[in-house]
């Protein structure tokens, strides 16, 4: 069954980070310029908590507030679910489905390795249900 780790071999461990005290303006901006829904916080090398697209929309946009001024460690999720790298896709899809989230970090003893989002979930379970698609064909057409 395919974990975390799987999903980090394909896409790598990269993953935005932005510090605590970083202005919600400076995080929207770095995630518009890397077309990315969520980043990482941090405080110096501590993992705090993450700063997504619904939390723009429900605590700065919503609450009026200012992104030039408002500091990602007044409206960032924390804590924040996680998972660790050989925690299977399934709980994974489990986790961010109850929790309505879409990105989920993996991070073991503090360190961070990356992060999976639902879409990495659904590629890696449409990529296993083609491979059962052609084994089945070939199992029932023989090779051509």
Do not use: W
């Not at 929207?28 to 993450?50: E, F, P, T, Y």
């Not at 429900?58 to 790298?85: E, F, H, L, Q, Y």
């Amino acid at each position: 069954m395919p974990n975390a780790q799987s999903v980090l071999d394909r896409k790598g461990g990269d993953v935005a980070t932005v510090e605590r005290k970083s202005t919600v303006l400076d995080a929207a901006k770095r995630m518009n310029q890397l077309r990315i829904g969520a980043v990482v916080v941090r405080d110096a090398d501590k993992i705090v908590g993450i700063f997504t697209e619904r939390d723009v929309l429900n605590r700065v946009v919503a609450a009026v507030r200012d992104p030039k001024t408002t500091i990602i460690g007044d409206v960032m999720t924390s804590p924040m679910a996680c998972c660790r790298r050989d925690t299977l896709l399934s709980e994974c899809r489990t986790v961010m489905t109850q929790k309505r989230i879409r990105h989920l970090p993996v991070v073991e003893d503090g360190m961070l390795f990356g992060i999976i989002s639902i879409g990495d979930i659904m590629a890696s379970e449409v990529a296993d249900q083609q491979a059962t698609i052609e084994y089945l064909h070939e199992y029932l057409h023989g090779h051509r």
